[in-house]
């Protein structure tokens, strides 16, 4: 069992940065792949950012890339979501999860959920 709790949104202007973290319990956090995900109103659970065990391996979305990083510390079952260059799109409730298999892009392939912290990006 693994529990999840982000923290690090809120409000920001469009050009800002935000660093989201996620805490999470157990002691097995460093053999879970993590990923963020993203929900805005009226529009189904979007695919962010994933990380590896190790964190050798990174994915992201196209309309995150270049502008988001995914990391870890395995040492403080933390991952983290730095967020920079914001655009008014990127405003949704985010979300971080954990897969007991692999990293992956797909709201299904992850076992544990956390409770979501919001980002507002205003224009």
């Known amino acids: 069992q693994v529990q999840l709790v982000e923290s690090g949104g809120g409000l920001v202007q469009a050009g800002g940065s935000l660093r989201l973290s996620c805490a999470a319990s157990g002691r097995t956090f460093s053999s879970y792949a993590m990923g963020w995900f993203r929900q805005a109103p009226g529009k189904e659970r979007e695919f962010v950012a994933a990380i590896s065990w190790s964190g050798g391996s990174t994915y992201y979305a196209d309309s995150v890339k270049g502008r988001f990083t995914i990391s870890r510390d395995n040492a403080k079952n933390t991952v983290y979501l730095q967020m920079n260059s914001l655009k008014p799109e990127d405003t949704a409730v985010y979300y971080c999860?954990?897969?007991?298999?692999?990293?992956?892009?797909?709201?299904?392939?992850?076992?544990?959920w956390g409770q979501g912290t919001q980002v507002t990006v205003s224009s």
């Open positions: 999860a954990a897969s007991a298999f692999d990293q992956s892009v797909v709201v299904t392939g992850y076992d544990y």
